[in-house]
């Protein structure tokens, strides 16, 4: 492998502080495979760290089938999450902080136990949470366009750029996640509609797969970090003057303004 | 919009839908020869075979919307939905195995069917008043069909052919609207066992009673009331899929359960 991890780390770091699209790494680098993106991806979030971010929790990306298929890969993607990315309840998107952002309704987990390990299922992600909530993960690819390959937006750190969560939440615990209605609508306008097994069949399995990879890398998550487990529905852009609202039977409403 | 075609001309496509219901085999589209063809024809002509078929001893248990997601308006141009009657006849059980010879070219979507206590009438009908004369909700499937050449489809034809219903599955649990938003109802809907859609109820119009109400009001000035015990399909909650020999299909509703059919083999 003669790709240069920490050069083209820099190339993503650079493109989220400028605020400008970068091209594909696999353009330079068509050898980059998956687990040197990954690699890429520990060193495009550990220099947020070093920036003086603490890690707070993960995010799945690629969880439909359709989307897999359309970026010919066969099995979903993580990133990691930072608290420079969190939005709480009730605050505003502002969007000249982002390159060309984008949101899609998620159920999200807050975890009240360490989960680690290549054995964990479904059930064990539901026994490890304290709470699930209704949340908006906002993307904003570094590849102008969000033209990238699987490896590309794996190093790219899963798109990820921030999440808000709704007010709510509720133990998951007796409520089947796999059924759970979700509505996506901006500024009114309804735009999809979708049930929790959108995401690998269910919101808990694909969390489990997630933990799963992640032991493999030697990589586990903590008591009180959050989980974005997956889009239920294809993202949407958008601009200043926007609001998106995801609606979840049970779950509740989260609602972000844009500016 | 108005009617172009003279009723001696709606009689005789409706005579050719029923025909073609009779020996399955499917007939060219009527907007082929008459592009100007709009709504108003499709509904007389849909009225003269709906005609002929209760004639035969059909009896009409209620009514299915179509068209009624923004995706399936933009494909056929139009800002509204459409509606047709379901026939006793074509009801089928929770389980049921369906007849494939029945159907030309079947498809099939998973829908929230709501049961109607009272009767329901427009033309000021609301999603509240819907709601009020609301016994429950249903888990369903609907297998639309096309009496038309290939789904070669523009709306009058659809409109005319029963807007494409071909048969319907509902459960037997009518759930009554306590404490849930109809519009958030999940749906997962699998094929052969595997996963291929999702949606929920806000796919269907918005909301499965504002179609109810949307329905009621379109038949008020028919002089048509909804009564009590009508079944009305609301609408896909998700893009139709195609139906093969053998094949199984199961929709299951948070709040509603599941509904499950079988395809006979050949």
């Not at chain 1, 699209?21 to 495009?44: F, S």
């Not at chain 1, 608290?83 to 009240?112: H, N, W």
């Not at chain 2, 050449?149 to 599955?169: C, E, F, P, Q, Y």
Request: charged share 20%; aromatic share 6%; glycine share 8%.
């Amino acid at each position: 492998m003669t790709v240069h991890k920490h050069d083209i780390a820099h190339r993503l770091i650079d493109a989220a502080f400028h605020r400008k699209a970068t091209t594909p790494l696999t353009d330079d680098h068509p050898d980059l495979d998956v687990e040197t993106a990954y690699e890429v991806q520990n060193a495009v979030v550990q220099a947020r760290v070093d920036g003086g971010a603490a890690i707070i929790g993960a995010k799945l990306g690629l969880t439909s089938a359709a989307k897999q298929k359309q970026m010919n890969v066969t099995e979903p993607l993580y990133g990691w999450l930072t608290d420079d990315m969190q939005l709480d309840t009730g605050e505003t998107l502002v969007c000249s902080k982002y390159i060309q952002p984008r949101c899609e309704p998620e159920v999200a987990f807050l975890l009240a136990h360490d989960l680690e390990g290549p054995h964990v299922l479904a059930a064990h992600v539901i026994a490890a949470t304290a709470l699930v909530f209704p949340a908006i993960d906002i993307l904003d690819s570094r590849f102008a366009g969000y033209k990238f390959t699987g490896p590309d937006v794996i190093a790219d750190n899963s798109s990820c750029a921030g999440f808000v969560f709704g007010g709510q939440g509720i133990d998951p615990r007796g409520i089947d996640l796999r059924l759970i209605g979700c509505t996506f609508e901006k500024n009114g306008v309804l735009l999809a509609t979708a049930a929790g097994a959108a995401v690998l069949g269910h919101p808990a399995s694909a969390v489990a797969w997630m933990v799963r990879r992640m032991a493999e890398r030697g990589q586990g998550l903590r008591a009180g970090q959050v989980v974005m487990a997956g889009a239920l529905t294809e993202a949407v852009a958008v601009s200043p003057g926007d609001t998106v609202v995801a609606r979840f039977d049970r779950l509740g409403t989260v609602e972000l303004p844009c500016r | 919009m108005s009617v172009s075609l003279s009723s001696e001309q709606a009689q005789m496509f409706g005579d050719a839908l029923y025909d073609a219901r009779r020996t399955g085999i499917p007939i060219p589209a009527f907007t082929d020869d008459l592009p100007e063809l709009g709504m108003e024809d499709g509904y007389a002509i849909q009225q003269h075979l709906v005609s002929r078929l209760l004639a035969d001893g059909e009896t009409i248990c209620g009514y299915k919307l179509g068209l009624t997601s923004a995706p399936m308006q933009q494909l056929l141009g139009v800002d509204s939905p459409d509606f047709g009657p379901v026939f006793a006849s074509t009801v089928y059980r929770d389980g049921a195995e369906l007849p494939v010879d029945r159907f030309i070219a079947p498809r099939i979507e998973a829908e929230i069917a709501v049961i109607l206590d009272r009767s329901l009438s427009g033309p000021h009908c609301t999603p509240a008043n819907a709601y009020s004369a609301t016994r429950g909700l249903a888990a369903s499937l609907e297998i639309v069909d096309s009496r038309i050449k290939d789904w070669k489809i523009k709306l009058a034809d659809t409109v005319a052919d029963l807007a494409s219903n071909g048969a319907i599955a509902l459960s037997s649990l009518v759930v009554p609207i306590d404490d849930f938003d109809p519009r958030l109802v999940g749906m997962v809907f699998s094929k052969n066992g595997e996963v291929i859609a999702s949606g929920a109820g806000a796919a269907a119009l918005g909301d499965p009673l504002a179609a109810v109400a949307w329905l009621a009001n379109t038949l008020a000035p028919m002089g048509i009331t909804l009564p009590a015990g009508s079944v009305i399909m609301t609408g896909a909650l998700h893009a139709m899929v195609p139906v093969a020999p053998g094949d199984v299909f199961r929709a299951d509703f948070d709040r509603l359960g599941p509904i499950t059919i079988r395809m006979a083999s050949e």
